[in-house]
């Protein structure tokens, strides 16, 4: 029988995504989020692109009464913990934002999960645990530090569930230390929409692209890197979606923990990222060169021959890829703003025909 899965922040720019690629799997999915930083509207996507109605609650995770009722209804057998903040600026300017948001939650699922024996979890961790890393490519043994208050909340998290596995019999975790993630699903229904300006780059430079922004502000050009300019790993959001499920398939399979770089294990500079953007898009991208932004590192790349190994995990699309998608995505969510209808070249394969109804099953809250 098909596992069921409760996938937090689901739908995120990350959880969006790792959602479909989960269905696509043969899991059977609830989807938890408080829309805090995505749209409900997201929710009609995923039933159009995987042909499933979608199980959707709607809470904050850091609320352990209302997430219990959730795990009562349904018998989960893993978590997929995609919920956090993740904004590197906001978590400089409002560090206790990030403690509830990112610790206080995930304290919160551990105690609900534990009270309901569902022991398997895969979570969202970052690059960012390495903090300025001191050699590249970055093996995941590689010392962690942070940079930011968004880097210590995310190693807090890894060594809370860490301490987990080792004390509680039958717990395993799959860490997944994200890259950089960029692009857009095929479909061009789902993509990166944040609520808050997270200050990414890839959002940033499609704004610059519609017309929206000016130009793009280029912080730091006197980096140790060819062209002076912050270099990182960007790797597909679809890949990354892929990641989460070959994690899960392992924990399930093997009752091992495991803690991977998800990343392409090559690095972009910012100067090359917005080259590709401009020829995938065919937009000019104006930019000014600024002094550096507090908490970033100079260039940040991952060593995924452990991810390979241990779960199969391979990033096949490239930088163009992820530029393609991301405009695709743009462009189409630009018509949809402005009441055109979207005709994406994708074509579902599932079973729903008409326009898709969201399932939001009510539970209720104990009094
Ligand atoms: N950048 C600019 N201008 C902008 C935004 C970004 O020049 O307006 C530069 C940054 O200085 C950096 C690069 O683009 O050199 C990438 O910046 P992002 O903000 O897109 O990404 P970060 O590497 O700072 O952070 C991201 C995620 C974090 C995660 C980290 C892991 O946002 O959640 O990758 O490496 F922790």
């Known amino acids: 029988m098909a596992a069921r899965v409760l996938l937090t922040g689901g739908t995120g720019y990350i959880g969006s995504h790792t ?24 929710l009609n996507q995923l039933e159009i692109i995987t042909g499933v109605p979608t199980r959707f609650h709607r809470a904050d995770v850091s609320d352990a009464n209302a997430i219990r009722p959730i795990f009562a209804a349904y018998d989960f057998d893993a978590v997929v913990h995609c919920a956090a903040r993740k904004s590197v600026p906001q978590s400089l300017a409002r560090p206790k934002m990030f403690f509830d948001a990112n610790i206080a939650s995930l304290l919160a699922l551990m105690r609900v999960m534990a009270g309901h024996g569902v022991k398997t979890m895969v979570y969202s961790s970052s690059a960012t645990v390495y903090g300025q890393p001191e050699s590249l490519p970055i093996p995941e043994h590689a010392p962690l530090s942070y940079t930011s208050p968004y880097g210590l909340s995310k190693i807090m998290g890894e060594q809370f569930l860490n301490q987990q596995v080792r004390t509680s019999a039958g717990w395993v975790v799959g860490t997944l230390r994200y890259f950089n993630p960029a692009g857009a699903h095929p479909s061009a229904l789902i993509g990166e ?175």
Not at 353 to 359: D, E, G, K, L, Q
């Open 19 to 42: 959602y479909v690629a989960l269905v696509e799997a043969g899991y059977h999915v609830v989807l938890l989020d408080d829309f805090s930083n995505s749209s409900p509207d997201v």
């Open 193 to 367: 929409a944040p609520v808050h300006d997270g200050g990414n780059l890839m959002p940033l430079i499609a704004k610059v692209a519609r017309g929206v922004v000016p130009a793009l502000d280029i912080y730091g050009h006197d980096y140790g890197t060819p062209d002076g300019t912050g270099i990182r790993d960007y790797v597909h959001v679809c890949d990354l979606a892929q990641g989460h499920v070959q994690s899960l398939d392992r924990l399930l399979r093997h009752r091992r923990s495991h803690t991977l770089n998800l990343g392409r294990g090559s690095g972009y500079s910012v100067l090359e990222v917005v080259k590709a953007y401009e020829a995938a898009s065919g937009c000019r991208i104006p930019y000014r060169l600024l002094p550096r932004r507090p908490g970033d590192v100079a260039a940040s790349f991952a060593d995924p021959t452990m991810a390979a190994r241990v779960i199969g995990f391979c990033a096949t699309r490239d930088l163009h890829d992820m530029c393609r998608s991301s405009w695709a995505w743009e462009t189409a969510r630009q018509s949809d703003l402005q009441g055109a209808l979207i005709s994406p070249p994708y074509r579902p394969l599932g079973l729903i025909a008409a326009a898709p109804s969201v399932i939001v099953t009510p539970i209720a809250r104990p009094s």
